[in-house]
């Protein structure tokens, strides 16, 4: 899954650096965060941290387009919604952990106990 998300989020940047800014394909970044939810979280922060890197460089890298100050929006809050998709993701797996039975749990599954 970590090859797929890494091959996405390079098709995505080379779209976006093809395409004038103003268009949102910075949430087409979202798609390898996703696909990278039941990944450890120091993976999801590490992807999370190059899509913001991305967006970016695609900042610098697309041909003009669409107002400035409207093309600085749009990056935010691209940058926003890939952290946002983290910090909830996270969220949703410790709630899982806090919410499940003694020994039902992710953490059981993953230790191979019997559920």
Request: proline share 7%; hydrophobic share 55%.
């Amino acid at each position: 899954m970590i090859f797929l998300a890494l091959g996405l989020t390079g098709l995505v940047f080379l779209t976006e650096s093809w395409t004038p800014l103003g268009f949102a394909h910075g949430l087409l970044y979202l798609v390898p965060l996703i696909l990278l939810r039941h990944e450890p979280l120091a993976l999801q922060a590490g992807m999370a941290v190059l899509v913001t890197i991305m967006i970016v460089i695609g900042y610098l890298a697309s041909p003009p387009g669409f107002r400035e100050d409207y093309v600085l929006l749009n990056r935010a809050l691209s940058v926003l919604a890939a952290w946002a998709m983290v910090i909830i993701q996270a969220d949703g797996r410790a709630a899982a952990l806090v919410n499940s039975p003694p020994g039902r749990g992710p953490a059981s599954k993953a230790r191979g106990e019997r559920v």
